[in-house]
């Protein structure tokens, strides 16, 4: 199904004076030939080619026109006819307030309750706008008492899909959050902390990150550096301050979502329209909102001042933004080589740690093992120097028996000595005795042979025995009474 009508715009409406303009799309009044209404046209600039870095390419252009065509809602821009353009509605929201005089907190708080209608109508559909800012909140009839609003605008919007990593670098710097200005995941908390901001700047004429160039709103916005000026927020209630703080939260976790905005005491409440009922009229004036801050601001904007506002030099921008889907194939492959790599890392080090357990209990066992040879060796070292003490003490005790018994020796070679003398002195008397003749008193037996059995009989036991002193003096006594005798 063809999404663009093939034909001339001019052909079917009046187009009119410009409303607004950007780098990408100029937006001019129209008004269609054949029933009379008025619209606003949005022409956009689409690219010529993948090497030109400005228009939009047909395939963002698509992606919107078919979002929108998904969307009906009262506070969302109603896509009517699409010619190769895409159209919208006519009156901005800022400019409508700049013009009044003043502006209650209870009027603002329609107003944004009104945006966030809008927004929880996409977030409900997975759906992120991802560039809602005052440029893009447009009024369907100024001329009533209260405006309905329309979202308009859905060149960034993008459908979030549940397991999907969105990343991207898009919006208008003064209304990103944080996590696009990292180049994080993104999701449909970024268009949470828009709403907060187009908030604070409603509320007080003022932006809270933007800076004197396009770097420094980037690097308020990532530190978060805001505050709320006493000078801005002097009338401002503590609980619209408290809402703006809950939406401007860096952590995404933190931050207000959709709904929780929605049912907050400061949408929700009636408190401020009762207490301007109430007042009296100078206390009422102290509670209203000075607009000419605001707009001063619209006029910025109108002009174009500030640089970093609406991305002067997004074509450099663009080129990035180029350079980065063509290396997505290229981050792909590399983090599917970092997924393999890091498997072999995980088994690597499911190795080595098994390798270390294993090394630490053997390395354990071997230290217990060494702990034990080196008790052994200090016992065996222990038993040699005993051993070596009782061989030293067994070699003295050796030498002493050594010289006893050459002492013993030497008395007993004497005493054999004397002893051999001794018989032979026997022998001698004997013979003597046998040539006399006698028989002395034994008268059954000789005294020869009596005597040569004793004697025979002593040197018996006399040669058996040691030469101990016990033996030598019953030697010496036996000669002593042989002498008797002789």
């Known amino acids: 199904m063809e999404l663009f009508k093939q034909q001339d715009v001019e052909d079917f409406y009046e187009v009119g004076e410009e409303l607004g303009s950007g780098q990408f799309a100029i937006v001019k009044q129209c008004r269609e030939r054949s029933s009379g209404l008025d619209y606003a046209a949005k022409f956009i600039k689409k690219r010529q080619s993948l090497a030109s870095s400005r228009g939009v390419r047909r395939e963002d252009i698509e992606r919107e026109v078919t979002i929108l065509q998904q969307v009906q809602h009262p506070n969302i821009v109603t896509l009517h006819d699409v010619y190769e353009n895409l159209a919208g509605q006519r009156h901005r929201l800022f400019d409508f307030l700049a013009q009044k005089e003043s502006l209650t907190e209870e009027e603002a708080t329609q107003f944004i309750q009104q945006i966030l209608e809008g927004v929880n109508y996409l977030h409900t559909r997975k759906i992120g706008h991802f560039d809602l800012k005052p440029e893009n909140i447009m009024l369907l009839d100024k001329n009533v008492a209260l405006p309905r609003i329309k979202l308009i605008d859905f060149g960034l ?250 002492e013993r020796q030497g008395h007993f070679d004497a005493l054999q000595l004397e002893l051999s003398n001794e018989l032979k002195w026997v022998q001698e008397a004997v013979g003597s005795l046998q040539a006399n003749g006698g028989g002395g008193g034994y008268p059954s037996c000789s005294f020869t042979t009596v005597f040569n059995n004793d004697v025979n009989e002593a040197l018996k036991e006399l040669l058996s025995r040691s030469c101990g002193g016990e033996l030598l003096s019953g030697i010496n006594l036996d000669l002593t009474e042989t002498g008797q005798q002789r």
């Open 157 to 406: 919007a993008h459908t979030i899909e549940a397991g999907v990593e969105f990343k991207n670098i898009l919006g208008t710097p003064e209304f990103v959050a944080p996590e696009i200005v990292n180049y994080e995941p993104l999701g449909l908390e970024a268009d949470m902390w828009s709403v907060g901001v187009i908030t604070y700047i409603l509320l007080s004429g003022a932006s809270p990150f933007l800076g004197e160039t396009k770097q420094d709103t980037l690097g308020n916005i990532s530190a978060v550096n805001y505050e709320f000026d006493e000078e801005f927020f002097g009338h401002t209630s503590d609980l619209a301050k408290k809402f703006i703080s809950q939406l401007l939260e860096k952590d995404k976790r933190k931050r207000l979502t959709i709904q929780d905005a929605l049912n907050h005491p400061w949408i929700k409440s009636n408190e401020l329209k009762e207490e301007n009922k109430t007042q009296e009229p100078k206390k009422r004036e102290r509670r209203q909102l000075k607009t000419k801050r605001l707009r001063e601001y619209t006029i910025k904007c109108h002009s174009s001042m500030p640089p970093n506002n609406t991305y002067v030099n997004f074509e450099r921008f663009a080129q990035v933004v180029e350079d980065i889907d063509q290396m997505e194939g290229s981050f792909v492959s590399l983090a599917a080589a970092h997924d393999s790599l890091q498997e072999d890392i995980d088994a690597l080090v499911s190795i080595y740690n098994e390798k270390e357990a294993w090394y630490k209990e053997e390395s354990e066992a071997v230290r217990h093992e060494l702990s034990q040879i080196r008790y052994e060796f200090r016992k065996v070292e222990a038993s040699k120097r005993s051993l070596q003490d009782d061989m030293q003490t067994f070699s003295c005790g050796l030498a002493a028996v050594s010289e006893r018994f050459q």
